[in-house]
């Protein structure tokens, strides 16, 4: 599908349009997920973005409740993967499985696996063998995966939810880091509040769900990604999002006294693409065309946070890398 | 990825829109702050002219000192506010900072960037038009009011102005003397440390400033204590004094004492000399003005010290030297004796500023000096031992019975004191008197010695007068 640039007439309506689709979008999912407003944002900011998300919380706070919403709400193909030490990596990709003929004989015939949806959960992914865990990555990598000598593309928009419970680590199998990285943002999801709990009952334990009607679809989905990208960005905003990169880096010199201490490795380039690429979707948001320093800085937490490696002190003294993200949005020079 | 006609003529107005409204935004917070330095810099600078010129009037230099020095000040700070204002490519930073100050969240700094590239996008065409529109309807005059420093103005403005005052109003040269009174002054008590005065530098009043000190010195007769300007006008001739210390420029000085020129150098010797002694009674009649002794002292001391050396190179002999009995003596005139048919000359000063009424009596005669008589009365400076000579103590003390209460108005007023009227007198007289030796040896002052009997009686008659 080939898109021609509008003009500035079109900007603006581009401009008003993404704003409205983005705004609709998140309060439709309110209507069922109350509060986490931040973890809805991020994630409709992965999607537009063409990234995955990684989500982090305790059982029960709404994580699935999340992305099934989302999901109903674009109009796109939901599947859900509960991961487990025995799932294997057919149980993601599909498999090929022997069939008949109807003169006889036999063939066989691909049978595509839950990842071939739009949306995906992979709840606990940190539960699944690394073998199986690489094929979902493969899929998110490469928007692909391959079966025998066959590559099946996957639809567009594609979109991948995992879920990690920080509290059960035992028999588990962290993700390692080359892979963290390939997600587009970590999102934290928080226990809700009181005001929040008593919202979550009442809408819960009613005797029907409320109800989401179905905002954007699929191709628009992919026409708002589109004018992300068209969004400036000025050289002086990009570098900042670059020296934000860098200072992660403990040898670097834009290096700040808490990375130096704990950290061993830093971010890698697709943090400063995951900056800058969020960085336009919230200058879009606010009805701009052009990217600011504050839309970088924004973007800082859920871009940096899992791609920034602690070393044993780090480990030892029980560094949140939170804390290293915010040392880095004091410190980093604007200008 | 083409544009449209419109994008086309569109583009070029915006792109130097923002370029423009950036550009100006940034000279007019580069004149708001080059402002507010240069208002924190004038008082400074005008400081600093003041200062010189006190300096120059202290030292005695030229006006232009002051002048350059204020010139060069405010050629640097017109110059710093010229550079400041000039146009040039605003830096990132100072978008960024113009684009902070303005709540404009990062618009300008982003437009400012672009303004200067052809990115060729439809988007940032877009977002230069709509800069440029939100630049446009902002007021920079407002965002950077230039200070009026009203306060900084005022200092600056009093600061120069006293400068000025004293580069112009108040020099060296302009000194002069206005109904009796000195002219203003340099700074009171400094006479010590005062610049040597050059001969082409002798003040055109001060022969005339000085003869009015002595005049006052023998006279008794001083201006009230009050009289700050008076004051401030006898500093200044004492700074003068005590800068003479060029020899050409203290015969310059009793040459005009004299009121003559073309004097030969034995006569100006004598003058001097004259001068000198003149200066040194003058000096011992000022014992309750003590800035005003040291400096007569110190002047006597450097004519006498000027004479004696003039008279060394003409082959004379210092010790011969004597007092002319002309008017150079100043308006110390012969005055009647009285009863006494000798040729005794009076010369009565009072002390004004004690009250006391402490009159010194100073006698002398034409006449050869005898044996028994001592006709000279040197006040200060006469020694007991040498014929002429006086002692102050003796005569006190043989006067002391004379004390008479003064008045500032001596024209005929009877002051009663002990039942006794007493008339005060002012007489003109003619004093001369032997001198021994050029410089004056304070350790030899004594005071004058006791009136002889045989001219007691008329002394006493003297100031006694039947009703």
């Keep these: 599908m080939t898109h021609t640039l509008p003009g500035t007439q079109d900007v603006a309506r581009s401009i008003d349009q993404f704003r409205e689709r983005f705004t609709r979008i998140t ?7 109350v509060g986490h407003e931040e973890v809805v944002n991020g994630t409709v900011t992965s999607l537009l973005a063409g990234g995955h998300v990684l989500l982090e919380g305790i059982p029960g706070v709404g994580k699935t409740s999340l992305v099934r ?3 109903d709400v674009l109009h796109l193909k939901f599947a859900r993967i509960q991961f487990t030490p025995d799932l294997m990596p057919a149980d993601i990709v599909g498999t090929n499985i022997v069939q008949e003929h109807s003169h006889g004989g036999t063939f066989f015939e691909f049978q595509p696996g839950p990842i071939f949806a739009n949306v995906v959960l992979a709840d606990e992914i940190n539960r699944a063998t690394p073998k199986t865990q690489s094929a979902l990555l493969e899929a998110m990598q490469d928007v692909s995966v391959s079966v025998g000598t066959t590559t099946y593309r996957l639809e567009q928009p594609f979109l991948v939810l995992a879920t990690q419970n920080p509290i059960e680590m035992e028999g588990t199998y962290p993700l390692p880091e080359a892979q963290l990285d390939r997600f587009f943002f970590k999102l934290k999801v928080k226990y809700p509040s009181e005001e929040a709990m008593h919202q979550i009952v009442e809408r819960t334990t009613r005797d029907a769900d409320p109800v989401v009607t179905r905002v954007v679809d699929g191709p628009e989905i992919l026409e708002m990604r589109q004018v992300a990208r068209s969004v ?40 400063a693409q995951a900056l800058v690429l969020a960085g336009k979707i919230s200058a879009l948001n606010r009805g701009q065309a052009f990217v600011s320093i504050d839309d970088i800085r924004g973007a ?19 560094v949140n890398t939170d804390t290293i993200v915010d040392e880095l949005l004091a410190s980093v020079a604007t200008e | 990825m083409s544009r449209t006609d419109s994008l086309h003529r569109a583009m070029p107005d915006s792109y ?14 580069r004149a708001r702050d080059a402002s507010r330095r240069l208002w924190r810099a004038a008082p400074a600078v005008a400081g600093a002219a003041l200062i010189a010129a006190a300096v120059s009037r202290w030292r005695g230099w030229s006006a232009l000192v002051p002048l350059a020095v204020l010139a060069l000040g405010v050629a640097a700070l017109s110059a710093h506010g010229l550079v400041s204002r000039r146009r040039h490519d605003v830096s990132d930073a100072a978008a960024a900072g113009i684009d902070s100050a303005a709540g404009l969240g990062g618009e300008l700094r982003s437009a400012s960037w672009f303004s200067g590239r052809d990115t060729g996008t439809d988007w940032a065409d877009f977002h230069l038009q709509r800069a440029a529109a939100r630049l446009g309807a902002i007021d920079w005059t407002q965002l950077y009011p230039v200070g009026r420093a009203r306060f900084s103005r005022i200092v600056t403005g009093l ?12 020099s060296p040269g302009g000194s002069g003397v206005r109904g009796g009174a000195l002219t203003p002054a340099a700074t009171p008590g400094n006479t010590s440390s005062a610049p040597v005065l050059r001969t082409d530098m002798l003040p055109l009043a001060l022969p ?35 800068a003479l210390q060029d020899p050409k420029a203290l015969k310059a000085l009793a040459e005009a004492m004299a009121l003559s020129s073309g004097l030969s150098a034995a006569q100006i010797a004598q003058k ?76 009565f000063t009072k002390d004004a500023g004690t009250g006391s009424g402490i009159g010194v009596l100073m006698t002398s005669s034409d006449a050869a000096p005898s044996g028994d008589v001592l006709p000279g009365v040197g006040l200060g400076g006469a020694s007991g031992d040498r014929p002429g000579g006086g002692k102050m103590a003796q005569l006190e003390q043989a006067l002391r019975h004379e004390t008479v209460d003064a008045s500032v108005d001596t024209a005929g007023e009877n002051v009663v004191t002990a039942g006794t009227r007493r008339k005060t007198e002012h007489g003109n007289a003619a004093v001369t008197f032997t001198r021994g030796a050029g410089t004056v040896e304070r350790g030899r002052a004594s005071a004058a010695p006791a009136v002889p009997e045989a001219r007691r009686t008329g002394v006493q008659t003297y100031f006694v007068r039947k009703q």
């Excluded at chain 2, 130097?16 to 917070?29: E, F, H, K, P, S």
């Excluded at chain 2, 102005?161 to 112009?168: D, Q, R």
Aim: charged share 25%; proline share 5%; aromatic share 2%.
């Design chain 2, 208 to 242: 005339k400033d000085l003869e009015e000190l002595l005049r006052e010195a023998e006279t008794g007769v001083a201006p009230p204590a009050a009289d700050a300007a008076a004051a401030v006008q006898l500093q200044q001739l004492l700074a003068q004094l005590a």
């Design chain 1, 27 to 33: 309060q439709e999912v309110g209507r069922r997920i």
């Design chain 1, 232 to 271: 400036p960005i000025a050289r002086p905003v990009q570098a900042y999002a670059i020296r934000m990169t860098l200072a992660s880096h403990p040898a670097s010199p834009y290096a700040t006294p808490l990375v130096k201490r704990y950290v061993r490795y830093g971010a890698s380039p697709r943090a």
């Design chain 1, 300 to 318: 800082a937490l859920p871009a940096l946070r899992h791609r920034i490696l602690l070393n044993f002190e780090g480990e030892a003294d029980e």
């Design chain 2, 16 to 29: 130097t829109l923002v370029r423009d409204a950036v550009a100006g935004a940034d000279r007019i917070r």
């Design chain 1, 69 to 71: 919403s989302l999901a």
């Design chain 2, 272 to 347: 001097m000399q004259a001068l000198a002694d003149r200066t040194k009674r003058a000096a011992d009649l000022s014992m309750n003005r003590p800035e005003v002794r040291a400096a007569l002292e110190e002047l006597s001391q450097e004519l006498a010290k000027t004479a004696a050396a003039e008279q060394s190179k003409n082959g004379e002999d210092p010790s011969d030297a004597t007092a002319s009995k002309d008017s150079s003596q100043g308006e110390s005139g012969k005055a009647e004796a009285g009863k006494d048919s000798e040729d005794a000359s009076l010369q």
């Design chain 2, 159 to 170: 600061l120069v102005v006293g400068a000025v005052a004293l580069m112009v109003v108040a």
